[in-house]
């Protein structure tokens, strides 16, 4: 998840234009992403990753990582938060609209590869809320926004993690990977 330095993920307004992306952090992207087969989003990413991902490789103009994450996200098993989305129709794709906890947890025990959370800030706190998160991957933008959507609200405990990776792009954003610190 992108992050800026101040701890937002998305502007006041849900704006993410000042994230910074480029061919380098879509290379890292791109060998994490691999590891996974499983995706989770929010209904509002969900539909703005389905409105393009799908196709995004078939264009005559696709980057090599809109061709590689296009194949990947049209195999990768999705998985949508939402109580207002049906899911009838929707190719290997399952809507959790409730019991949030037993499902995610369920998920885990299947063992299999990561299930990475894209965007999604509201689906986000639902399952920090709920103690459902294992790791946390942050891009940190090198930028202060002063205001907008954070990544922790209302949070009750601590959350200890330990640090796993760092990666410094020349674009100036760090890649912080942490796990949970049990």
Do not use: C
Not at 130 to 138: A, S, T
Not at 145 to 167: A, E, R, Y
């Amino acid at each position: 998840m992108h992050i800026s330095l101040d701890g937002f993920v998305a502007g006041p307004n849900g704006e993410m234009n000042w994230i910074k992306v480029d061919e380098e952090i879509f290379e890292h992207v791109g060998k994490r992403i691999a590891e996974s087969d499983t995706a989770l989003y929010g209904r509002v990413t969900y539909e703005m990753m389905e409105n393009y991902w799908p196709t995004a490789g078939d264009e005559p103009n696709a980057s090599r990582h809109d061709i590689e994450h296009s194949k990947w996200y049209r195999q990768a098993h999705k998985i949508v938060l939402s109580k207002t989305m049906e899911g009838a129709g929707l190719a290997n794709t399952q809507i959790i609209s409730d019991n949030l906890s037993g499902s995610i947890n369920e998920l885990k025990q299947h063992g299999g590869k990561d299930i990475l959370l894209f965007g999604s800030p509201t689906a986000t706190h639902s399952l920090i809320q709920l103690g459902l998160i294992d790791g946390y991957w942050l891009f940190v933008n090198p930028i202060v926004l002063g205001q907008g959507i954070p990544l922790f609200v209302n949070i009750k405990d601590k959350i200890k993690l330990k640090l796993l990776t760092t990666h410094q792009f020349t674009s100036g954003v760090t890649a912080l990977d942490y796990l949970l610190d049990k």
